[in-house]
């Protein structure tokens, strides 16, 4: 069974961390391109940020360019994402999800077609 799971979600102060991993478990994520996804209550999901399967290519949304690190360890069949001087505005369910390409438009603008398996997500809070 093809399963994605995601861990490391939690309450935490504006302008602190967490990270995030996603781990595959029937498959290897070698051969795909990963992406992070999170929707809030009352709003559509978005597209946080991606990597391709080599891990040379990244691509973020602007709201969290510079704060946020994608990365993957393909040995240990995980992607995390590291999440620095969090914001209320980024309380929402964090899911991760496989592709074919990580590229900026299908992140933002074309992810239900171009992700295929996704994780039942981690809950993060960033409350004071």
């Known amino acids: 069974q093809l399963q994605l799971v995601e861990s490391g979600g939690g309450l935490v102060q504006p302008g602190g961390s967490l990270r995030l991993s996603c781990a595959a478990s029937?498959?290897?994520?070698?051969?795909?391109?990963i992406g992070w996804f999170r929707q809030a209550p009352g709003k559509e999901r978005e597209g946080v940020s991606c990597?391709?399967?080599?891990?040379?290519?990244?691509n973020y949304a602007d709201s969290v360019k510079g704060r946020f690190a994608i990365s993957r360890d393909n040995a240990k069949n995980t992607v995390s994402l590291q999440m620095n001087s969090l914001k209320p505005e980024d309380t929402a369910v964090y899911y991760c999800?496989?592709?074919?390409?990580?590229?900026?438009?299908?992140?933002?603008?074309?992810?239900?077609?171009?992700?295929?398996?996704w994780g039942q997500g981690t809950q993060v809070t960033v409350s004071s």
């Open positions: 029937g498959f290897t994520l070698d051969y795909y391109a």
């Open positions: 999800a496989t592709a074919r390409r990580c590229t900026y438009y299908n992140l933002i603008y074309y992810y239900t077609s171009e992700y295929d398996y």
């Open positions: 990597i391709n399967s080599s891990g040379g290519i990244t």
